[in-house]
């Protein structure tokens, strides 16, 4: 059976790692959850977002600790510039010794909208465009047709400088007078940044800039550097609790 490892805030990963179960059969797993090294599967497909022109943190941190004899696949989704995060996943993969054998990039809808809003006719024009991409890439795994980036430049080091300061970014979250305490950011957060403290929501020093607590946020209560905006982005095509979960 293959593994399915995906990261996911906003769903999108989510959902593209459940149409790839649908079509491939495997066990979806969340990768903040997981502990293993992936010895117990054929092969490791890990749905990914690009963050920073890289990987979210913990992706970073994971891969090393994975099986270097099964074969890997990554797919990666991003909001609008790819900045040779493939290249640069790919290389990163070779330089562990991993067996990676693809990776493929796929366009999902930005999340990255801490200072401004997508258009909503924008953000549904890619994602009904993302519907036949995933089924392509579904199929050039079917038949083995891997691909392998090309070598271009990568912002590596705007990545390890971003890397090194998420942890600001929630030093720059407010929860408003909309919050109602409920914990559910304390819940889902993947870094276990967020505390109820005296009555208070707080947030630590190990944020990884997900966003997860700012867009799933049932109330909207969470604001960064007090500006009030409104937008918030969840995948309409999965159930945003299931977020998280293993399938
Ligand atoms: C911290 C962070 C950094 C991001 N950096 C990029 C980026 O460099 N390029 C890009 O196109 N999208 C970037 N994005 C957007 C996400 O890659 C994109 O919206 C992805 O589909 C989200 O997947 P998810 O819903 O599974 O979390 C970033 C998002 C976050 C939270
Ligand atoms: S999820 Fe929102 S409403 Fe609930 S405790 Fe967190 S900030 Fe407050
Ligand atoms: S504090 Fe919010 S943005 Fe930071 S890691 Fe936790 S859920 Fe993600």
Redesign the pocket.
């Known amino acids: 059976m293959q593994g399915i490892l995906?990261?996911?805030?906003?769903?999108?990963?989510?959902?593209?790692a459940k149409k790839v179960q649908e079509s491939l059969g495997g066990k979806v797993m969340f990768l903040p959850k997981y502990k293993g090294d992936g010895s117990e599967f054929d092969k490791i497909i890990l749905?990914?977002?690009?963050?920073?022109?890289?990987l979210?943190k913990q992706v970073y941190e994971f891969l090393p600790k994975l099986d270097k004899t099964k074969e890997l696949i990554i797919i990666?989704?991003?909001?609008?510039?790819?900045?040779g995060?493939d290249y640069f996943a790919y290389q990163y993969a070779l330089k562990l010794g991993l067996n990676i054998k693809s990776v493929y990039v796929i366009?999902?809808?930005?999340?990255?909208t801490l200072t401004f809003t997508v258009p909503k006719f924008y953000m549904n024009g890619v994602l009904r465009k993302s519907g036949k991409r995933i089924e392509k890439i579904i199929d050039m795994i079917k038949q083995e047709k891997f691909i392998i980036p090309k070598k271009r430049k990568t912002?590596e080091k705007t990545?390890l400088k971003?890397k090194n300061n998420?942890n600001l970014?929630a030093k720059r979250f407010k929860t408003n007078e909309k919050c109602v305490k409920c914990q559910k950011c304390v819940q889902i957060c993947p870094a276990g940044n967020i505390f109820l403290q005296d009555g208070q929501i707080v947030f630590g020093d190990k944020c990884?800039?997900?966003?997860?607590c700012y867009h799933r946020c049932p109330n909207k209560a969470i604001e960064y550097k007090n500006k009030k905006k409104k937008f918030r982005?969840?995948?309409p095509n999965i159930d945003e609790k299931d977020?998280g979960k293993d399938f």
């Not at 995906?6 to 593209?16: E, K």
């Open positions: 995906y990261y996911s805030s906003t769903g999108n990963s989510l959902f593209i749905v990914t977002p690009i963050h920073s022109f890289g979210p990666q989704n991003y909001g609008g510039m790819i900045g995060a366009k999902m809808p930005e999340n990255f912002k990545y971003n998420w970014i990884e800039a997900c966003l997860s982005y969840i995948n977020i």
